[in-house]
T-cell receptor, first 110, second 113 residues
């Protein structure tokens, strides 16, 4: 069983839609949860970081962590064509070694 | 403020050769982690360097080795290259107390023929 499971998509939505991206994980000891955005042929760009459980909001982005269900989510409101990218979830026990999902490919259609 | 930089951007090698990739961390960061990202996959943790020592290692063979210099820059060395080593190699930097905020460089794309 993989440490982190993420639906690879692809996901295609119209501009302005609310996007929901999700990951599940198997290790209940994970404490650090991250979301990265990766454009084609570029390095991942940090979007959101959450420690332990709860919600975090930053502009159009909201990250949620449900440790009881071992499930994390990223919501994107008012999606824009510039949001088209691959979204990677990542998590860690200690904040050193991170385990990544395979990434979800998102396309926002104008 | 320069972010994480990596060199070279692209590299082509043949099976059996050796390769060295380089990384300079973001200003103020002292910890460097290396990841391998195969096409269509998420990054896989190779190892992390802090205070010039390997602090943690993922599930990679000894053919993968590294080094960190006093200025916090780092090298990743891969010996006896295999076709399966073809991937994007990413460097991430963070501060030493905890790697939770890791910033990635643009990566080095390695092709092994």
């Amino acid at each position: 069983q993989k440490e982190v499971e993420q639906d690879p998509g692809p996901l295609s939505v119209p501009e302005g839609a609310i996007v929901s991206l999700n990951c599940t994980y198997s290790n209940s000891a994970f404490q650090y949860f991250m979301w990265y955005r990766q454009y084609s042929r570029k390095g991942p760009e940090l979007l959101m970081y959450t420690y332990s459980s709860g919600n975090k909001e930053d502009g159009r982005f909201t990250a949620q962590v449900d440790k009881s269900s071992k499930y994390i989510s990223l919501f994107i409101r008012d999606s824009q064509p510039s949001d088209s990218a691959t979204y990677l979830c990542a998590m860690s026990l200690t904040g050193n070694q991170f385990y990544f999902g395979t990434g979800t490919s998102l396309t926002v259609i104008p | 403020d320069a972010g994480v930089t990596q060199s070279p951007t692209h590299l082509i090698k043949t099976r059996g050769q050796q390769v060295t990739l380089r990384c300079s961390p973001k200003s103020g960061h002292d910890t460097v982690s290396w990841y391998q990202q195969a096409l269509g996959q998420g990054p896989q943790f190779i190892f992390q360097y802090y205070e010039e020592e390997e602090r943690q290692r993922g599930n990679f063979p000894d053919r993968f080795s590294g080094h960190q210099f006093p200025n916090y820059s780092s090298e990743l060395n891969v010996n006896a290259l295999l076709l399966g080593d073809s991937a994007l190699y990413l460097c991430a930097s963070s501060s030493g107390t905890g790697g939770e905020t890791q910033y990635f460089g643009p990566g080095t794309r390695l092709l092994v023929l």
